[in-house]
């Protein structure tokens, strides 16, 4: 990578996180001059800003065929950082939207600040190539969470939502700086591409393979619970539980995405020499991420809970195509490309999913009052049309044909076949299946359950809004995969090179 | 590009489906009337298309192929051949009776008759598909509408079980089918890795690997066709099904497991089909025989009928394991006269159902009286089912027998002594035409319990079946007397289809 000195140039690669900081500034401003009853607005107003920073982010970072450190290798916009950026203001807009109508949160001013605020971490996070910068965003984002997930003062599930997440994020946050400073002590730099020239091949060079495997750990479990993979997946169903819905969806795609964004900067840019062993660790933890994710997701009676383990489950889907990386890579074409563009492509898909069926379930449970998976019953006599985002969500997390997931998952497995993995790609094909019993038993409830009450579901306009472009966005993702693979391989190219 | 067939008749049901939605509850009329002509559309589509397939030239015919994603190597590739074409027949001629027999339906009548047309869309697809993504793609696609309809129209005191027994089962099949796909598509050479089923067959995989993912491929589209020990889901969600849909899937869905068992399994896959075929002849023999006994003391009538479709579906899987020419037309031509058959079958237990209100034997009897079409039409189904003369069960079986007959294993090394003696394969066709005597028991039986005998009390005042149910009982006997008295219109041309199968195997 080529490195440069800063320059005011530079400053256009941050375009969209300046409208992300001049929108926080106008919400905070509509706070303080609202009176209570108009404030269900500052949602609209968050998410215009998130729109505005889409817009600016395909207007101003659309990014070359080389990509440069910027900020003197702070940064680097690639198309890597493109397509993770673009997702995570999506998947902020989205947030913003479904969480206006939301009783206690819309009225909030704070919520949308911090949300606003956790987005930029994010952002950062895809597009950070130095320690100190990638650490920062890191906690930038985390920190914002965790205040999000503990943002209704008056439920007790909520505060320990909000704790859990902060002693298990706080913990791990820890184990990975130490893996940074170690980073820092072989190499003698903070910028990810020199460390990786430096400690170069596995067994080959100055630096001792021992500690670099060590080091390598303790990105794999300080990332590892971001991504909620098992054995670091213990927070996840009580934070996703207590937390308020939008930011259960919200913490299922962005904070996940965020997760894999860095996991792929670290492994692909820093250890790309010890991929042969780092491949075999998340390979098995694929395994018993999707396994033990699906298993447990199969005996919930709260959809919550259930979407948090469904969530595991997809998290060792997309590790599963991670772990296709090497086998490939080593004999020269472009299989890398494929694995590590599958996954993008499925951080992609699954975040439109998620967000449909977590819309879903925010009106849901308004009205029944529980999270309860009975409460579906015979939705689709009260709401065909809130019935059928569900069954498309709910589908797409299937697997199910002509939705985003059927592709998702086919090119998840495609990529671990060509890597001679076929033993883990039975055990993916095993797990769609138990998969789609849990799903379809939701699915049962919806389209053959008696209602308790036959009253629609009260939707607002924003809403309907949010659900559709993101109902439609899953079956065209997934009928004309066609552009949306080419971004992801692109992207999958730049964490290579 | 000439004029676009296939997608049309695939996606033709999936527009009229949608707009169906999107008309008001109330007007079921309008969505029974708009269903009933995308039906009949498509049926007469496919057979502009039988009868417009250029057999001289053979291959595959009214393609179109177009680059869907192309880094993975996908295209919209669709075609038909000779074997392909009846089923797109079959698929046509069950959906319209399937919406004929179906007019009765009030219960969200919209939504039924839209799913049932959306179901169709995969199935059309699957027989034109000619790259392997795009198959499954269409494949998948029915999951949601025939769970759905199962668990929301079906049999109330079995729909959730059979519904989701038969969804998981036939999920199953086509992950172990795509499980051996995809280590197809690694074997490529990298950078002309591909989907496509001519790719595939032209690629000439080494005899071990053929060997290793042949049974994943068969034996996962077998599972789709019901094969032993793998078959208790077809009984179960067939007779938890609403009749169309039993209809449209013992009479199709099955079939396009064998269909795809022949396609994707034996044609890319010789030296495998090779190295299994006597083993393929055990477990069907199994599911031949077996089968057909349950279904003689089963007291419930749609059960007979489903435990005799896993037997009949044992036949074809016979058929292919001949490997040779009278065997696998044989087979070809059982999978179109049971697609029918079955059809016919499934939409008389639903007329008698309907009026009945039962359908145990004991409480049943002398509807002859009552319902003659169904009678007569059953009685027809019957005939073919037993492999008489003069209906096309016949056509179909006895090439299967002989075929058997004259089967030897192709690839002795490694297999069970017993199963390359000389008289294996004649044994297995003596052990399966046993089955000719089992199935003429509980046919005659079904017949003689239902449609003879005492007309019990309370179904003396049984109202007769509709004018539309007529129509589609005369349209699915008729169609099994004219191939039975006129095989030629469909033989030669189930012929002209496996001839490429025949070739990768090294033979015709």
């Known amino acids: ?87 995570f203001l999506f998947a902020g807009m989205v947030t913003a939207l479904i969480a206006t109508d939301s009783p206690v949160i819309g009225k909030e001013g704070e919520f949308f600040l911090v ?99 060590l080091t390598l750990l303790t990105v794999v479990v300080g990332l590892g619970f971001k991504i909620s993979a098992v054995p670091f997946h213990f927070w996840a169903p009580d934070v996703y539980e207590g937390a308020p819905t939008p930011i259960t969806a919200f913490l299922s795609v ?14 692909l840019t820093v250890f790309p020499g010890y991929a042969g062993i780092w491949t075999g660790i998340i390979a098995a933890l694929a395994l018993l991420t999707m396994t033990i994710g699906n298993l447990l997701a199969m005996q919930q009676r709260n959809i919550k809970r259930l979407l948090a383990y469904s969530s595991i489950a997809q998290a060792g889907y997309i590790l599963l195509g991670l ?55 015979g939705l689709s006599r009260r709401s065909p049309g809130l019935a059928l985002a569900m069954l498309v969500a709910l589908l797409s997390l299937g697997g199910i044909p002509p939705l985003a997931g059927f592709f998702g998952k086919l090119y998840l497995f495609a990529a671990a076949a060509e890597a001679n993995l076929l033993w883990l790609v039975v ?71 | 590009m000439t004029f676009p067939f296939l997608s049309v008749i695939t996606f033709a ?20 009337a708009t269903a009933l002509v995308t039906a009949a559309f498509t049926v007469l589509l496919s057979g502009l298309l039988y009868f417009g397939y250029d057999q001289a030239a053979g291959g595959f015919q009214f393609v179109e192929d177009v680059a869907w994603i192309p880094q993975l190597g996908i295209r919209y590739h669709m075609g038909v051949d000779g074997f392909s074409l009846p089923m797109l027949l079959l698929t046509g001629i069950v959906l319209l009776t399937g919406v004929m027999i179906s007019w009765g339906v009030e219960d969200r009548a919209r939504e039924y008759m839209a799913f049932f047309l959306i179901l169709s869309v995969g199935v059309f697809g699957v027989f034109a598909a000619l790259d392997l993504f795009l198959f499954f793609f269409l494949l998948e696609i029915a999951v949601f509408p025939k769970f759905l309809m199962i668990v929301v129209w079906g049999y109330p005191k079995t729909r959730e079980y059979g519904g989701m027994k038969l969804t998981l089962y036939l999920f199953l099949a086509s992950l172990v089918a795509l499980v051996g796909v995809l280590a197809l598509y690694a074997a490529l050479p990298a950078g002309a890795r591909s989907f496509g089923l001519l790719d595939l067959a032209a690629a000439n995989f080494s005899p071990e690997l053929q060997r290793w993912v042949f049974p994943l491929i068969f034996g996962g589209f077998a599972i789709m066709g019901a094969i032993f020990p793998l078959h208790s889901w077809a009984p179960d969600g067939h007779v938890a099904a609403p009749t169309a849909i039993s209809m449209m899937l013992a009479g199709v869905e099955m079939k396009i497991g064998m269909y795809a068992a022949l396609r994707l399994g034996v044609y890319l896959l010789p030296e495998g089909a090779k190295f299994w075929a006597p083993v393929i002849v055990v477990f069907a023999l199994v599911n031949v025989i077996y089968a057909a006994y349950i279904a003689l003391i089963q007291k419930d009538f749609k059960y007979i009928i489903g435990f005799s479709s896993v037997s009949h579906m044992g036949l074809v899987m016979l058929g292919f394991a001949t490997l040779n020419p009278l065997g696998l037309t044989g087979a070809g031509l059982q999978m179109f006269s049971h697609g029918v058959m079955t059809a016919l079958f499934f939409s008389i237990v639903g007329m008698v159902y309907d ?37 096309s069960g016949f056509v179909a079986e006895i090439p299967i027998y002989l075929g058997l007959w004259q089967g030897v294993a192709l690839d002795p090394i490694n297999l069970p002594g017993f199963m390359t003696t000389a008289w294996f394969f004649p044994l297995a066709a003596v052990i399966s035409a046993l089955s000719i005597v089992i199935t003429a028991a509980y046919i005659l039986l079904a017949v003689r319990r239902v449609f003879f005998g005492q007309l019990p009390a309370q179904l003396a005042e049984l109202p007769d079946v509709s004018a539309l149910d007529k129509v589609a009982l005369g349209l699915l006997s008729g169609l099994m007397i004219v191939v039975g008295l006129y095989p030629a219109i469909m033989a030669p041309l189930v012929e002209s289809g496996l001839r490429p199968v025949l070739q990768a195997l090294g033979g015709g």
Request: proline share 4%; hydrophobic share 50%.
């Open chain 1, 115 to 213: 949300l606003t605020g956790s987005v930029i971490g994010m952002n950062f996070m895809a597009l950070s190539t130095d320690l100190v910068m990638l650490y920062l965003s890191i906690e930038a984002s985390s920190i914002a969470l965790y205040a999000l997930a503990g943002s209704l003062r008056e439920s007790d599930k909520s505060a320990e939502s909000g704790l859990k997440y902060f002693l298990f994020g706080a913990f791990t946050s820890t184990v990975l700086l130490y893996g940074f400073s170690l980073l820092y002590g072989f190499a003698g730099s903070t910028n990810l591409y020199e460390i990786g020239a430096r400690l170069g091949e596995a067994g080959v060079g100055g630096v001792p393979t021992l500690p670099v495997i």
């Open chain 2, 13 to 32: 049901p999936l527009v009229a489906g949608l707009g169906i939605l999107l008309l008001p509850p109330e007007r079921k009329d309008v969505a029974r």
């Open chain 1, 427 to 497: 055990a993916g094909a095993i797990n769609a299946l138990l998969a789609l019993y849990y799903y379809l038993i939701v699915i049962k409830v919806i389209y053959l359950g008696q209602p308790k009450d036959e009253a629609t579901v009260p939707v607002s306009r924003p809403y309907v809004f949010a659900l559709w472009v993101c109902s439609i966005g899953v079956i065209l993702v997934g009928v004309l995969a066609g552009p949306f693979v080419q971004i992801a391989q692109a992207a999958g190219t730049n964490f290579l090179r």
């Open chain 2, 355 to 391: 009026r009945a209100h039962t359908r145990m034997l004991p409480e049943l009897g002398g509807l002859m009286q009552r319902m003659p079409w169904a009678g007569i039409a059953f009685l027809v189904g019957g005939f073919t089912s037993m492999g008489m003369p003069g209906f």
């Open chain 1, 1 to 87: 990578m080529n490195i440069q000195p800063f320059e005011p140039s530079h400053l256009l690669a941050l375009a969209p996180e300046i409208v992300l900081v001049i929108s926080a500034a106008v919400i905070m401003l509509a706070d303080v001059n609202r009176g209570r009853e108009r404030k269900r607005e500052l949602g609209v107003v968050a998410a215009l800003g998130f729109g505005a920073a889409l817009v600016a982010a395909l207007l101003f970072t659309l990014p070359g065929l080389t990509a440069d450190g910027q900020f003197g290798g702070m940064i680097r916009n690639d198309t890597a950082a493109f397509a993770f950026r673009i997702l």
């Open chain 1, 254 to 267: 962005a904070s996940k995405a965020a997760g894999f964004a860095v996991l792929l900067r670290l492994l």
């Open chain 1, 323 to 377: 772990a296709a990386y090497y086998n490939l890579n080593t004999d020269g074409n472009v299989g890398g490309e494929h694995a590590i563009g599958a996954v993008v492509y499925y951080l992609g898909m699954y975040t439109l999913t998620n967000l449909v069926a977590f819309g879903v379930i925010i009106l849901v449970s308004r009205i029944t009052g529980s999270d309860e998976i009975a409460d579906f019953s």
